[in-house]
């Protein structure tokens, strides 16, 4: 069964500085989708940015951007000149490959608190 | 378009009723899941539906069901309500069978209570 574990509960960073927030994760698969949302205070789950297994390029949407490491499992977050609307819980997702399902399983969450 | 929809936003309940929950997806996706979500267990899967058929379920008890309609609409049912089932029920669609982004879109979920 697959695995995803967030291991900072809670993180800080100050407006404009960065911050990367971490994640693994445990498949057999080789081919997998890995997903990181934001969660505000307002609870509408959305999508930050999403990674291909199969691309080595890592995925950039702007400000945020992922360091993905397939052989060690490990697939981070690096937000930039952080903003206070950054403040959310971000969850880390993964998604199997193809269209049989598209069940999420989550990792427990970091909280990320923006400092003014 | 509409985003995904559900409704009710907030319920409360007394332990041994039963619920019913509203998801409209956004317009044209197939595919619906349900997860809920407590600050105990985090997010966990419910059930998926994909036109018309469930085609994946977490590790719920029966208590849990669920169905979608033709239009796609889904609904979610507890019954004999507990006071662990008190949670935010999160729905999110996808445009499965449309393109291969397999992004799913989540709703703003509905709050249950359960005193």
């Known amino acids: 069964a697959q695995t995803v574990t967030q291991s900072q509960p809670e993180m800080s960073v100050q407006e404009a500085e960065t911050v990367t927030l971490s994640c693994t994760y445990d498949t057999s698969e080789s081919d997998y989708y890995l997903f990181w949302y934001k969660q505000p205070p307002s609870r509408q789950m959305i999508l930050v940015i999403r990674?291909?297994?199969?691309?080595?390029q890592n995925a950039t949407e702007n400000r945020f951007s992922v360091n993905f490491q397939k052989a060690a499992k490990s697939f981070s977050l690096k937000i930039s000149d952080s903003q206070l609307g950054d403040a959310a819980m971000y969850f880390c997702?993964?998604?199997?490959?193809?269209?049989?399902?598209?069940?999420?399983?989550f990792g427990t969450g970091t909280l990320l608190a923006v400092q003014p | 378009k509409a985003g995904v929809t559900q409704t009710p936003r907030y319920l409360i309940k007394t332990r041994g009723q039963q619920v019913t929950l509203s998801c409209s997806p956004i317009?044209?996706?197939?595919?619906v899941s349900w997860y809920q979500q407590t600050p105990g267990q985090g997010l966990q899967f419910l059930f998926e539906y994909f036109s018309e058929t469930q085609r994946n379920k977490g590790n719920f008890p029966g208590r849990f069901s669920g169905r979608q309609f033709s239009n796609s609409r889904s609904e979610m049912n507890v019954s004999t309500l507990e006071l662990g089932d008190s949670a935010l029920y999160l729905c999110?669609?996808?445009?499965?069978?449309?393109?291969?982004?397999?992004?799913?879109?989540f709703g703003p979920g509905t709050r249950l209570t359960v005193l």
């Open positions: 990674q291909e297994a199969y691309k080595q």
């Open positions: 317009s044209g996706h197939r595919s």
């Open positions: 999110a669609s996808s445009p499965q069978g449309q393109g291969i982004s397999h992004e799913q879109f």
């Open positions: 997702a993964y998604r199997r490959w193809g269209g049989a399902t598209n069940k999420l399983i």
